[in-house]
């Protein structure tokens, strides 16, 4: 953030993502929205509320609601990128990113190459992560598919000033960019009170960046180092808190962007930790975590005092029942013990 | 809505023929050499050609400017030579050089170039179907008067982006032409083995869309309906769908040997070819002199490719990400 008074007021996520793109739509006429639900007068504003009055800025030329054609808003996304857009494109759940991974994958991410760099696919794909008591279907951590995938940048901010700042990027950079979100961060004045995080932040009023490909040290420490992303970053924090009070400092890094990734930022903790554990709610085979492990132990062996951990969730689809949910998904706890036998 | 059915009226002049027939020829005398010089083993890789569809290709390009653009599939070379990417620029492609219209990083199934309108060519069947509707939504939304026109075969519409594209695009009113090349073969697949609705047009249907059938063999009857489709896209009128009867001369890809197809069937369409439809209506002295120029093309192009530089190993890095 600059350094002369900045205008700042707490905002949600969801208020920042909205803010994010009304004002590059402001900026560049050439960025619009598309997907299922996004504009309809009286309707949801898309599937968490994130485009709620936009349509009554920007008209239904701008805001475009589209059949339920994952395909068809994935490769009108692409078609439209390379011929001097800047779409921002909406899945309403991160699982349905499944109904389209042709348009993604071999279409968005090979365009730019195939045509021996003539072309440039300026696009952005939001989608929502996260079990969430929705049982199998709509609940998926899919980020690691498309980690996986050369083309294709992968984000997946977790604050509201981040999340405002690299969505701005995300619009303005020239490569397909995949903005993972998680459902339960969107909303949440006032879940503090309630017991839980507060995930609002100060979002300056004046527009502003975040860079993609450079990660976030949380808080400070010299003992572990935890990468985690959305709620999983927040249990490694509370975790963190949790083991201060025993002696214990963990530093804790939001990755903020998982391709390309900031090794810089990570292998630097590590050097000085000697210890790496990564957190997700994706599950643990192939997941973005094992990547991470592995460009970890190839550049820090020599610093590490113990084994890399990965905390991730049990390799089963999502149940339904919130007592099995919880069973599966990485807690504060597993987390704290996770470090404690670390450093054992 | 407007009706289902076009009247496919358009005029084309008469001396539009001996152009469209030189780039039928252009085409079919590219494919020939491309077969051999693959035989021989200097072109790598694999190869879909395009003998016999010729008219398809060059009737619907004839009436597109080279500000619009086209989509394309794994059998590309002809769709590319229409919409004119040079035939220096398609031959180095295949023969994996730097000076290839996709720099060696395309090849047979991927031949495109922006700078005339035509994305590099998307193998995955159906692919071009949800793609060609952003080309459309850009137009729109940039209120140009450009058009896109989207190249299939028959065997896309069973694959889900033919039916989410075309929905969208009716929906969306975007100026695209739809060109189903129905050569009756998904590979070694007849269509009424896969389709119980036998014309591709009729699917048009269900969805709000304007549909004709054409003769594909036909350059002028395929024109006169691209023409037509094209106006209609330009004054904003929408998507239109055009089915080609047509018939690919050689196999699916090289090593078919077509046995799935009777040498009664592959006679009845040689005898309507697409090349002896046009040449008709030319002299013999027009039509060796057309000979004569496309040979003395395809040469310079040969030659091209096979001087040009390969690429450094090392770019096969560069270009993933802007």
Redo the contacts between chains.
Sequence with gaps: MPETAVQTRRLTIAEALREAIAEEMRRDETVFLLGEDVGVEGGFGGAFGVYLGLVEEFGHERIIDTPISEKAIAGAAVGAAVLGMRPVADMQYADFLFECMDELVNQAAKLRYMSGGKLSVPMVMRAPVGTTLRGAQHGQCPESYFVHVPGLKVVAPSDAYHAKGILKSAIRDDNPVLVFEHKLLYGSKGREAAGGWDLTAEVPTDDYTVPIGKAIIKRPGSDATLLATHVSLYRALAAADQLASEGIECEVIDPLTLNPLDEQTIFSSVQKTGRFVVVHEDTLTGGWGAEVAARVADDCLGYLEAPIKRIATYDVPAPAAPVLEQAIVPQVETIVTTIRELLG | MAEHVLTGDAPAGADAVEGLYRGMLLIRRFEERVYRLFLEGEIPGTLHQYQGQEAVAVGVCDVLRRDD?ITSTHRPHGHALAKGVSARGAMAELYGKRT???????GSM?L????VGM??A?A?VG?G???????????K??KTDQV?ACFFGEGATNE??FH??I??AA??RLPIVLVCENNLYGASTPYHRVSLVPDVAERAKAYGVPAQIVDGMDVLAVRAAAAEAVARARAGAGPTLIECKTYRFTGHSRSDARDYRSDEEEAEWAARDPLLVAGARLEQAELEQLEADVRAELDDAVEFARSSPLPEPGEAL?????
């Design positions: 653009w290839g219209c996709c720099a060696g990083k395309g991927h495109g170039d922006p700078a994305l590099p998307l995955i692919a179907n949800t793609v060609v509707t952003g080309l459309g939504l850009s137009m939304l940039r896109a889900g982006a989410e594209g929905n969208f929906v969306e560069d270009g993933v990400y802007a």
